[in-house]
Every structure is written in structure tokens, then in C-alpha cells.
């Protein structure tokens, strides 16, 4: 969790220099430059759109009618069209839900939620964070024309809440971070499940079975050991065509995909170094030999044998990393700064106006605000606690019941995949921009909250000695 190492080293040799720039830095750095999935392109996405919307030329440039420009995708007689912003929710979007899938799987396998009752806490937690939000939004807007928009409650933003965990570094325990991304990773799979069955249209049974057929090659190809990645990456795009066929939103073919890639190592570092060491000195012996080599055929064929020696030692090198690792390295820079950025600059339209900001305190907004940054809190600590109380759960080592508060209360950051609910709900037109609002401010709210919290259960900050 936080910089890598080296970043790291680089921001103590800074601080000697400026001081000031550095504690400065220091606090943003990990929201561009972590590991993992960082919410810094994103926020920078979202102003930028938030400006563009509302900037007086802003009809003039275009903006918006950019991002539903038409795209048509067609083979044979068979064309499938969305605007370019559909697009991206529906083909870019996944990406980021692969990391969460593979992810999540990782920590549950092997990391702190390997026991059972340590991962059943934040799904305990999970289902308190869907349904008391809900039974708040509907207790202020059940009746009203704004509730179709319950769904819009129920998930949570991980690249955001990530990437505030990520300020503190190594200040928290690495049980928090997979706590905060179980949970949010099961709040968003409940997401996308009411997406399909409550905001999405009829599901055509075919995608389905194009997306299982799918799912069935990868674990077929896993189990036969098969390593080559180009299978693995076309039987993922049929997963994902199908379920964007079956009508249910393609982000739940990322999760699904990013579950299936395996967490273990296909061999272990102690058999590495049993099996490598004959080729090691193979090679050394081989590239010696062409060294001292009296013609050029001679040093040819001793070079290609150090060059055989050397492709064995790669290959068996990659072995000993898991896949996963391997595949959320690969996408998370596109993830940072191409997927989510790209995803907040067509889905952020909110227009500030008079007409809109009378609508803060109406059902809609209101209860968005208070299902996210009341409801998301108070559901994920009732559930854990009554959970952990049952001995059904168990809080993962380190893990303080402050820190819990912290996590629930960045569950209230309840922004991607709520905007686009907002828009499945309402459309077009003020609804969406109202609710679009509420989730705007319940975010920020949540945001600080949460921040604060955890601000305060992070251990002192170790300020490395200026070299003598």
C-alpha cells in the first residue's frame, strides 16, 4: 500500500532539500504515483469536466455532444451502435473491474481475508452498506417521482476510497486497504446485479451462455496448465461480448474475468532455485566458451547456447510470479490515466444553476446525500459489529474498530458507477442532473469524513534523518 520504494526513498532525499514542497508533496504523491488503482487523474478529470460543462463556451466547443458522438462497431450484417461515453462505460470501464476482481481474490486467497471469517466480515459489511442506504433514500424519496433513483445508493467508488488509504502509506494496516476493497468490490458486483435486473432491460439468455462458454475456456486452459496469454485474452473478450449482448452491463464481465486469474505462483522461489542453478552455470560455461572461441562458427554456436540457457532462466523467472500481479501492473497506468479519467470526462454533467441548487434540499438530493454519507457508515459498522458479535466475522489483524468507521464512512464516495445509475434512472434532464449533484456532494462529504477518521488512527509519520 502507498509508494513504491523508490518513490519513497526519493521523497525522504527531497524533504532535505524543501522541506515545505516535500510535506506537500509528500500528501499528493500517492494520489498519482501509488501502485495500485489512484483517484488523482480522476479528480482532476472530474474538475476539468465540472468546468467545461458549466464554461460559457462550453455549447460552442461541444463538449458534451463529443461524447455522444455515434460509434458503430459492425461484422457481416451485424452492427452493434452507442455513443462514444456508452462506449467507454461499457468496453473501458471493465478494465478497472478486472483489477477489482483480481484484486480482491488475491487478498481472499492469500492475503489478510485468507479465513473465512475475516472476508466475511466486510461482505457482512457489504450487505449493511446496500441495504440501509436504500431504506434511508426511500424513507425521504419513496413516493415521490424521485424514486427511481434508490440505485443510485448502493455503490461505492473504490479508485477514490483506495486512493485516500493510500495517502497514510504504510501509516495502516494492510488489512484495511483489503477490507476497504472486498467490501467495495461486493458493493459494486451489487451494483452492477441491480443494474441488470432493476435498470436494465430484457436479458437475452444467449449472451449468457456466450459469457459462460467463455469463463469455462479460461478454467479449462488454467487447468491443462496451458501458459500462453492469446487464448486467455479471446476467451475474455467473449465473456465480455456476452454479457454487453445479454443487456447486463459489461463492467460485471471485468469482475468475473479478473476472478479467474490465479493468485499463486506457478512456481514456488525454493523450486526455483533448485531447478535454475544447472542452467545458470550452463550459461556461464557456454558464454565463457564463446568468449574464447578460435573461429566464428565456434562462437556462434556457443552463444546460441547461451542464448538457449538464457531464454530457460526468463521463462522459469516469470514462473515464479503470480498472473495476477502481472496483470493489474499492466493495466493499472491505463486504468489511472486513461480509463477513469476518460469515464469522468463523459459521465460528469452536472449544469450549476438557480433551478439546481433550489433542488439540494428536495427528496432527491437529500436522500442521496443521506444514504451515501449517513446510511453507507452507519450499514457497513452495524453489520460488521453484529457479525463480529455472532462470531460469524472476524476484523483482519490490526484492523481497530475507528478504523472500521473510517473505511464506512469512504463507502459514502459513491461516484462512477452511481453517476451511471443516475442516468439510467432519470435519463436526460434535471433528475439526472440533480442526482448527479447528490452524489457530487455526498462524495466530498464522505471524502473528509472519512479522511479525518483515518487521519487520526494512522500511526505519526517517521521523518528519516538527514544523513551525517
Known amino acids: ?88 462505460d461499457h468496453a473501458l470501464l471493465p478494465l478497472f473491474f478486472v483489477i477489482v476482481g483480481a484484486d480482491v481474490k488475491r487478498e481472499i486467497a492469500v492475503g489478510p481475508l485468507a479465513h473465512w471469517r475475516s472476508a466475511a466480515f466486510p461482505l457482512s459489511g457489504a450487505l449493511g452498506g446496500m441495504l440501509v442506504p436504500v431504506g434511508l433514500y426511500l424513507a425521504v424519496a419513496g413516493g415521490t417521482p424521485a424514486q427511481p433513483g434508490w440505485g443510485a445508493v448502493i455503490t461505492t467508488d473504490t479508485a477514490f476510497g483506495l486512493a485516500l488509504i493510500a495517502v497514510f502509506a504504510n501509516r495502516l494496516p494492510a488489512g484495511l486497504r483489503a477490507t476497504m476493497l472486498a467490501f467495495a468490490a461486493v458493493d459494486d458486483v451489487g451494483g452492477l446485479l441491480v443494474i441488470a435486473f432493476a435498470y436494465s432491460g430484457a436479458i437475452d439468455p444467449w449472451g449468457l451462455v456466450a459469457a459462460a462458454a467463455g469463463l469455462a475456456g479460461i478454467m479449462g486452459l488454467r487447468r491443462i496448465g496451458w501458459v500462453s496469454s492469446v487464448p486467455y485474452v ?92 502481472r496483470l493489474i501492473e499492466v493495466l493499472t497506468p491505463w486504468v489511472n490515466y486513461v480509463v477513469l479519467p476518460l469515464f469522468a470526462l463523459s459521465n460528469v454533467r452536472i449544469h450549476i444553476s438557480g433551478d439546481l441548487l433550489s433542488m439540494i434540499g428536495g427528496p432527491l438530493v437529500m436522500g442521496v446525500v443521506l444514504g451515501l454519507v449517513v446510511g453507507k457508515p452507519l450499514g457497513f459498522l452495524a453489520f460488521t459489529w453484529v457479525a463480529s458479535a455472532l462470531g460469524l466475522a472476524r476484523r483482519p489483524d490490526q484492523v481497530t474498530w475507528p478504523m472500521v468507521a473510517g473505511v464506512g464512512a ?12 443516475a442516468g439510467l434512472a432519470f435519463g436526460d434532464g434535471a433528475m439526472r442532473e440533480a442526482a448527479s449533484l447528490g452524489v457530487l456532494l455526498a462524495s466530498v462529504l464522505a471524502a473528509a469524513i472519512g479522511y479525518a477518521i483515518l487521519r487520526h488512527c494512522a500511526e505519526p509519520r517517521h521523518v528519516a534523518e538527514a544523513p551525517s
Request: hydrophobic share 45%.
Open 234 to 325: 479471446l476467451l475474455a473478450l467473449l465473456v465480455w461480448g456476452g454479457v454487453l449482448e445479454s443487456g447486463i452491463h459489461a463492467t460485471i464481465a471485468g469482475v468475473l474475468i479478473g476472478l479467474t486469474v490465479p493468485v499463486q505462483p506457478r512456481l514456488e522461489p525454493h523450486d526455483f532455485a533448485q531447478r535454475v542453478q544447472r542452467r545458470v552455470d550452463e550459461f556461464r560455461n557456454a558464454h565463457d566458451a564463446a568468449e574464447d572461441a578460435h573461429d566464428d562458427e565456434e562462437e556462434d554456436r556457443h552463444r546460441e547456447r547461451a542464448e538457449d540457457r538464457l531464454g530457460y532462466l526468463h521463462e522459469m523467472a516469470s514462473a515464479t510470479r503470480e498472473a495476477s500481479s
Open 1 to 88: 500500500m502507498g509508494l513504491p520504494p523508490r518513490l519513497t526513498g526519493r521523497a525522504a532525499a527531497r524533504a532535505h532539500h524543501s522541506p515545505a514542497a516535500s510535506a506537500f508533496l509528500r500528501k499528493i504523491e500517492p494520489l498519482f504515483a501509488g501502485r495500485e488503482v489512484t483517484g488523482g487523474p480522476l479528480l482532476l478529470a472530474t474538475i476539468l469536466a465540472l468546468v467545461m460543462t458549466n464554461s460559457p463556451w462550453a455549447g460552442g466547443f461541444g463538449f458534451e455532444r463529443f461524447w455522444d458522438t455515434p460509434v458503430t462497431i459492425g461484422f457481416g450484417g451485424r452492427e452493434v451502435s452507442h455513443g462514444l461515453a456508452e462506449w467507454i
Open 410 to 421: 469512504l463507502a459514502g464516495i459513491g461516484f462512477t458507477i452511481s453517476l451511471f445509475i
